[in-house]
């Protein structure tokens, strides 16, 4: 497959929620409905009903067009979150218009924009990383810019990252840990390094999330007075939530061995969940492909692979987000396969 019409699909799945967003946004009715119907119903039943193999022709190629739907998306996030705050405060909607607005506005930022930010903060190129911090900054989880790279990428599938949920723990247990214990952890991280590298007289980047975080709610306050705060502040929640859900389900009791004292084997394809669907892959930019994110942090997104050797979530990361709402059912689902790669892990240390 030629890498120009790899970007196409990525381009395809993830802008046409965009387009969808702002009718939603400014006419409401049947645009509402079809947003959240493309963000939820579509999305799943493409990914069960139809297969699409697909792997990069040269896994180690440059990917131009890659960046540039990065910053597309980044910039069409900071236009969609004043519009949804104001579509969501004015009053001109009826109430299931407003619901509808919210939630696929919500899942976009939770799925899409996420993504797009994610991959960003990974990138060498300083501009694209600023946008991608902003992005997390417009929805209140700035430090996430730095926990995610500092601390969750040297500590992950380890009890010293907070976002690596244990066997046996609840995604409502797992939220609040993983939300304080990130943002300590980065702050811990950042304070550390700028005594190393002697950065005091430097502007701190929590100043910046903080700070950053304060003039958007000033702004959503101009759109929409105290109900535009409120609305905002509930968007960027949910958006949130579905980071923190999406780190739940990708690393649920995946340990790595520690071979010494504070020393842990390396990443490897066991130690995230993965999930090959196409349709939703495409739309979160390949977040769903983990392990090989995790093994090579700075490869561009169209690039990362998946493969037999890696552990494998039985659903689509969206629908396996929903199961994880229900604590009983996820378990009675992912303990036992959790117990299998624990398993293979033995096994496979014992054959060395």
């Known amino acids: 497959m030629k890498t120009p019409h790899t970007i196409r699909y990525f381009s395809i799945a993830a802008l046409t929620p965009v387009g969808l967003l702002a009718l939603a946004s400014i006419f409401g009715g049947i645009w509402s409905i079809a947003a959240l119907a493309y963000i939820t119903v579509l999305a799943f039943s493409l990914d069960q009903l139809v297969a699409f193999a697909r792997s990069p022709e040269n896994p180690q190629a440059e990917f131009p067009d890659a960046n540039a739907l990065s910053v597309v998306l980044a910039l069409s996030h900071f236009a969609l979150l004043p519009l949804a705050v104001w579509a969501l405060s004015n009053g001109q909607n009826v109430w299931w218009e407003r619901l509808c607005i919210f939630f696929a506005h919500g899942l976009f930022f939770g799925q899409v924009s996420n993504s797009n930010a994610h991959e960003m903060v990974h990138r060498a190129d300083a501009t694209l990383r600023r946008l991608g911090t902003w992005v997390y ?11 995610h790279v500092k601390v969750h990428h040297v500590h992950a599938a380890t009890a010293h990252d907070p976002n690596s949920a244990p066997l046996g723990m609840s995604y ?5 840990r993983a939300w304080i214990g990130s943002f300590k952890a980065g702050l811990a991280a950042e304070n550390a390094m700028r ?3 002697s950065k005091s007289g430097e502007l701190h980047p929590y100043v910046l999330y903080v700070g950053g975080g304060l003039a958007c709610l000033i702004l959503a306050y101009v759109i929409g007075a105290w109900e535009g705060v409120f609305k905002y502040v509930l968007l960027a929640g949910y958006s949130s939530a579905q980071l923190m859900l999406s780190d739940y389900v990708q690393h649920y009791g995946l340990r790595r061995r520690e071979i010494a004292k504070g020393v842990f084997e390396p990443v490897g ?3 995230s969940w993965n999930a090959p669907h196409w349709f939703t892959s495409f739309m979160m930019l390949n977040a769903p492909r983990h392990s090989d994110h995790h093994s ?30 229900i604590p009983t ?14 398993a293979r892990q033995t096994a496979d240390r014992n054959a060395q």
């Open 329 to 342: 059912l996820w378990r009675r689902v992912m303990d036992p396969r959790v117990a299998r790669i624990v």
């Open 195 to 197: 005594r190393k590298a």
């Open 269 to 271: 394809p066991l130690h």
């Open 172 to 176: 409502y247990r797992f939220l609040p």
């Open 137 to 147: 900054i417009s929805l209140l989880l700035g430090h996430h810019a730095t926990a």
């Open 296 to 325: 090579h942090p700075m490869k561009p997104y169209p690039a990362l692979e998946i493969t037999d050797e890696m552990a494998q979530l039985p659903r689509s990361l969206p629908a396996m987000a929903t199961l994880a709402l």
